[in-house]
Structures are given as structure tokens and as C-alpha cells.
């Protein structure tokens, strides 16, 4: 899972276009002095976690902290190594991943709270903890273009199973997969449903060219911002929850001020899928710097 999430931004293509990157009802406090000494952030290596770690290093450094941010760590193993050996003090971690990836769950929780609250319990009995989650996940899902899903009534990927033979594209990694191609035709019963091998942002086209019927993607790809595409419900929740929280280890959380871990929460609650997208679009796409894109958020949304 992990390695596709590095492949699909690395692989991230779509239309260009400006997305609004404001989110309304918001402001942060503001300090000058230096405190607490030198903050480490780390990211693993795909755009969605370089703006993550430039939203919390230019907000702690407006507030008189000194940020150091460590891009391109490497996978969820290796960044969870790198936070023992306090080669960082905190990354930007996706909850189920944790749960999956770290934790070594075969079965993940229902709900995404559910998911957070185990995923912060494992990270306690290791000496970490994590802060609040967002309101935008990154997981998997099933994407139509609109105009078919009219067509056959589609709402979930049940669905699916009234339709004749269809194809589904997914990426060749994820194919046997017991949260891809193959776990999605048995969670749901689907034997209609062909796969088609693509390369990550390949199925977009395909989906256009009427190639594939549906496909798997990822619920802040930057070509979800401008699309006709729809994604179906997942009832049986096989996908998880992917909501991202910090992981701090627990030293450097009780040796900073609260202010730190509040100014991240801060930042973490305005961070809808709406904003995730446009984000990862801006870089992806409109070719802005991660920092370009961080330091206009936190402008107006009034966090600078």
C-alpha cells in the first residue's frame, strides 16, 4: 500500500486549472521569541506529504520556532525507524496505515474514528503519540464517469454486479491484492468484473475512452478536482480509513510547548479532500513548489 501511495503522486498528471485553497472561519495566533529548541518534521516521499511538512514547518517558524524539515525519508517502515532513532521528531502518518503497515492488522476498524483511536493506542505503548486527525482521507476507491453511472443507476460498487461483463482498471501491484482488484470481487460478489492492468493515472484515460467502466483510484488524486468521474460507496468498508495525524514521539511532545501541537491541529482541521486535492494539484499539476502551495493556504486561511 505503502508503495503505491509513492507511485501514484510520483505518477500524479490531469488538466490544469487554479483550485481555491481557502477554507473560511479560521485564525492563528502569532509569536516571535524562540522556544523549545529545533522541531524536526520528516515526510515520506510523494507531494501530499512535502505539503503536509511545509504546512506545519512554516506555521511553527511564524510562530518564532526553529523547523527543520527532512523530505523524502522512504516508506512507512523506514520513516517509524527514523522517529526512534530521533532522526525526526514528527511525520504525518495516514491512520490505517498504521494499523496495517505497523500494527500488522489483517482487519481494519469500521468507522475512522475507530481507526484513529486504535491507531493512537498502538503508538502510546510505543513510546509515540499521535495528533488530532484530519477531515480528509487518502484511501482507495472505485471511480465511474458520470455519465455511466446515470446510465446504470450506480450509487455503490454492489452495483456492479447487475451490470454484464465490465472492466476494471487497476494498477499491477494491486491486482491479487486483499484490498484490491481480487478483495473487491469477493468482498462483493462480483464475477462480471475484469480487470484491466494499468500503470498509476494511466485509468483515467482509460475511464474517458471508454476503455474500462470503472476503476481504482485514490480519493485525492489532483484529477479528482476537475473531472466527470463519481466515486461509488464502499458499505463493507474494505478500503479502511485513511484520515492523516501526526506521529510525535512522546520526549519532544512534553518537551515543547502546547503551542506547537496546537498549531498543527489547527492546520489538520482544515484540511477537507476539497483542499487535499487542490493541493496536490497545485504541485502536481500547476508545477508550484510544495512551499508556494503551504505558504498560500496558511495565508488565507490566516495562519501566517
Not at 506555521?59 to 526553529?66: H, K, P, S, V
Not at 480519493?219 to 485513511?242: H, I, M, Y
Not at 506547537?260 to 494539484?281: E, G, S
Amino acid at each position: 500500500m505503502l508503495s503505491r501511495r509513492q507511485l501514484v503522486r510520483a505518477a500524479a498528471i490531469g488538466v490544469a486549472g487554479a483550485v481555491p485553497l481557502a477554507v473560511s472561519g479560521c485564525a492563528g495566533a502569532t509569536s516571535t521569541s524562540k522556544r523549545g529548541g529545533m522541531i524536526t518534521i520528516g515526510t515520506k516521499e510523494f507531494t501530499e506529504e512535502w505539503v503536509l511538512g511545509e504546512l506545519y514547518a512554516q506555521a511553527l517558524e511564524a510562530r518564532g520556532y526553529q523547523v527543520q524539515v527532512k523530505n523524502n525519508i522512504g516508506s512507512t517502515e523506514i520513516i517509524d525507524r527514523a522517529l526512534k532513532a530521533g532522526r525526526i521528531d514528527v511525520y504525518p502518518e495516514y491512520t490505517g496505515v498504521v494499523l496495517q503497515v505497523l500494527a500488522k492488522r489483517s482487519k481494519l476498524p469500521k468507522t475512522a474514528h475507530e481507526t484513529y483511536r486504535q491507531a493512537k493506542a498502538f503508538e502510546e505503548r510505543r513510546g509515540m503519540t499521535m495528533l488530532q486527525p484530519t477531515p480528509f482521507q487518502n484511501k482507495d476507491a472505485v471511480a465511474v464517469t458520470k455519465d455511466y453511472a446515470e446510465k446504470h443507476h450506480l450509487k455503490t460498487v454492489a452495483d456492479l454486479r447487475k451490470l454484464g461483463t465490465i472492466y476494471f482498471g487497476e494498477y499491477p501491484d494491486n491486482i491479487e491484492s486483499s484490498t484490491g482488484y481480487s478483495g473487491l470481487v469477493k468482498t462483493y460478489h462480483l464475477p462480471n468484473v475484469k480487470v484491466k492492468s494499468l500503470n498509476i493515472g494511466l485509468q483515467y484515460k482509460a475511464l474517458e475512452k471508454g476503455a474500462i467502466q470503472a476503476a481504482d483510484v485514490f480519493t485525492t488524486d489532483p484529477q479528482l478536482a476537475r473531472s466527470n468521474l463519481v466515486l461509488l460507496t464502499e458499505p463493507k468498508n474494505l478500503f479502511g480509513f485513511q484520515n492523516v495525524a501526526p506521529v510525535v514521539r512522546k520526549d519532544v511532545y512534553h518537551r515543547h510547548p502546547a503551542e506547537v501541537w496546537h498549531t498543527l491541529n489547527a492546520i489538520d482541521a482544515l484540511l477537507t479532500v476539497k483542499a487535499a486535492r487542490a493541493m496536490n494539484r497545485a504541485v502536481a499539476v500547476n508545477r508550484l513548489s510544495p512551499s508556494q502551495v503551504a505558504k498560500k493556504f496558511l495565508q488565507v486561511n490566516q495562519l501566517l
